[in-house]
């Protein structure tokens, strides 16, 4: 599977086919907090996130870990209360922690003042789309039955979840029909789930839905197929007739596949 960028336009939805990269394994996002000391006297914002995002990035990288990718400085507060965060290996946490840790315990970053009491970190799953299922037998409905599709993904506690079918979004809020969505909450397992029920399902239902997860501007898509089962329209040809004694009557019946053009009819004939 491949994710790509989403810039929330629709033309960007579920592109990752085209431009996406490989998702990668075994990775987590880590999130720190701490304070500098007499922050006023520093420079404007933008330049005072380029120095520190710089220092953190050489104290974190000199400790050789595996992988330390998308550094940012989240936000910087008017007390100096400083966010960031980045992407590293999984087997890393424990590690990046201690690091940054004793970094606050030092107080001392570069030439940057810490303040050894505040510090806060998070490790939390990157993005991983694991599964899309629909709650009926290789995916076909009968006309008329509720259906349910899942989706589960693995994230921060800032994934969204989208639901297309046929590359349109499904609105439940628009729809003439009940269509309801829903997020599951997060489990043990990090995981989230997404839910799309329709009930009553109707010809126009088919299609392929699609659920799209985006998380920090990542997106991953996985798509289900699903059939609308409908009753056969059986005919018979003939109703009725009348013939004279040692005549012939041919009586057909036929019905067309699933009421489809294109498909064609099945039936027999009786001579």
């Known amino acids: 599977m491949k994710q790509c960028r989403y810039d929330g336009s629709r033309e960007n939805h579920c592109s990752c086919d085209r431009n996406g990269v490989s998702v990668p394994q075994d990775t987590s996002r880590f999130e720190c907090s701490l304070r500098l000391v007499n922050t006023s006297s520093q420079e404007s914002v933008r330049p005072l996130e380029q120095r520190l995002l710089k220092q953190i990035t050489k104290h974190l990288k000199g400790a050789n870990l595996i992988k330390y990718e998308e550094a940012k400085i989240l936000n910087i507060t008017s007390t100096g209360e400083v966010l960031f965060h980045f992407v590293g290996a999984k087997e890393d946490g424990q590690r990046v922690r201690e690091l940054l840790m004793s970094l606050v315990e030092k107080a001392k970053l570069a030439n940057f003042t810490l303040n050894p009491s505040h510090f806060s970190f998070k490790q939390q799953p990157t993005l991983l789309l694991q599964s899309v299922t629909v709650n009926r037998k290789d995916g076909r409905v009968g006309l008329g039955e509720d259906f349910e599709i899942k989706c589960i993904a693995q994230g921060s506690t800032s994934t969204t979840f989208r639901w297309y079918r046929d590359g349109i979004p499904v609105n439940g809020s ?7 969505t829903w ?5 043990s397992s990090d995981k989230l789930v997404s839910y799309l029920m329709i009930e009553s399902a109707q ?17 991953q898509c996985k798509s289900v197929r699903l059939s609308v089962i409908q009753p056969l329209n059986v005919v018979v040809a003939p109703m009725s007739s009348t013939v004279q004694k040692g005549s012939n009557l041919t ?8 009421n489809k053009p294109g498909r064609g009819k099945l039936g027999y004939n009786w001579t």
């Open 251 to 258: 009586l057909r019946c036929y019905t067309a596949m699933n």
């Open 183 to 187: 997020v599951g909450p997060q489990d």
């Open 174 to 180: 628009a729809a003439v029909r009940n269509v309801t």
């Open 203 to 219: 010809p126009l239902d088919e299609g392929e839905y699609t659920c799209q997860v985006v998380d920090w501007g990542i997106q």
